[in-house]
């Protein structure tokens, strides 16, 4: 009979809801103390399956990574919002990740009380080739920077560099020759993203994870309620800024679509410039 954990009370097991997906093929763990930095080991890795297969769980933990609030200028999630999605048991953690803010993620996280424990701080930041995200963020940080010079403020606060949409041209995807020079920074590249319809490159953005052994996430970049809580990465146990990335080596997926939550973007900046004039 299987072994179950209870460590959270978000935690459940096994229920209707589909997912899909494969386990990530390494695991990349923050180690260093105050120096952030990755550490791939694949004999850590296999020890960890092994020991998985002999006291297997059924812990079910859904993270969405990549979610945008009333904080974005084409975001509109509210603090209600996220409640809901996390007291109907919807998702069990959450990252807000604004562009260029951490203003309305950090008011989130403490206006919900104990339920903002399962907040996490993000940042979506511009560089000068394409988009990255912090998560864990103590700090904003500044746009317009090098992808070098982001991932090193990113790990200069202890944060996790997490890879949104890569080498999508429409949203501002890191180019394949940009992440190149990053990749030894990166701890999470985005592989299914609730979004990609008319522009996937999930299937390429998975090679590069197994090919340079980064842990690989599903995550919403919902904008909306709407379609929220279909793609996201499922958990065996409960997601900290130092567990994340070991988790998410052993993680499964929900990739179903956003759907019609592919639209709130563009009729979100409208509505807001509405309400600023």
């Avoid at 952030?36 to 004999?43: E, G, K, N, P, S």
């Avoid at 048991?89 to 996280?109: Q, R, S, W």
């Avoid at 130092?242 to 998410?248: A, D, F, I, Q, W």
Wanted: glycine share 12%.
């Amino acid at each position: 009979e299987p072994h179950v954990q209870r460590r959270h009370p978000a935690v459940r097991g096994p229920d209707s809801t589909g997912s899909g997906g494969t386990p990530g093929r390494l695991s990349c763990a923050v180690v260093g103390g105050g120096r952030h930095r990755r550490a791939c080991d694949i004999h850590d890795v296999r020890a960890a399956r092994l020991d998985y297969q002999e006291h297997p769980v059924n812990v079910r933990v859904r993270v969405d990574l990549h979610t945008h609030s009333y904080g974005s200028p084409d975001g509109g999630l509210t603090q209600k919002d996220y409640k809901m999605a996390l007291t109907a048991g919807t998702l069990d953690y959450v990252a807000v990740t604004d562009h260029g803010t951490i203003e309305a993620a950090a008011a989130i996280k403490k206006t919900l009380g104990e339920l903002g424990e399962r907040i996490i701080i993000g940042e979506e930041i511009a560089t000068t080739d394409g988009e990255i995200i912090g998560l864990y963020l103590n700090e904003p940080i500044a746009e317009g920077l090098t992808p070098l010079e982001t991932a090193e403020a990113i790990h200069a606060q202890g944060g996790l560099i997490y890879i949104p949409h890569p080498f999508e041209t429409v949203r501002r995807g890191i180019s394949e020759k940009g992440l190149e020079k990053i990749i030894r920074h990166v701890d999470i590249i985005e592989t299914c993203n609730g979004r990609a319809v008319f522009q996937n490159r999930g299937g390429l953005a998975a090679e590069w994870a197994a090919k340079y052994h980064c842990a690989s996430a599903a995550s919403s970049d919902a904008h909306g309620r709407y379609g929220w809580g279909r793609t996201y990465s499922i958990l065996e146990d409960t997601p900290t800024r130092e567990s994340l990335v070991r988790l998410l080596a052993r993680a499964t997926y929900s990739k179903k679509s956003v759907g019609l939550g592919i639209l709130y973007p563009k009729v979100n900046r409208i509505r807001n410039k509405r309400h600023a004039a």
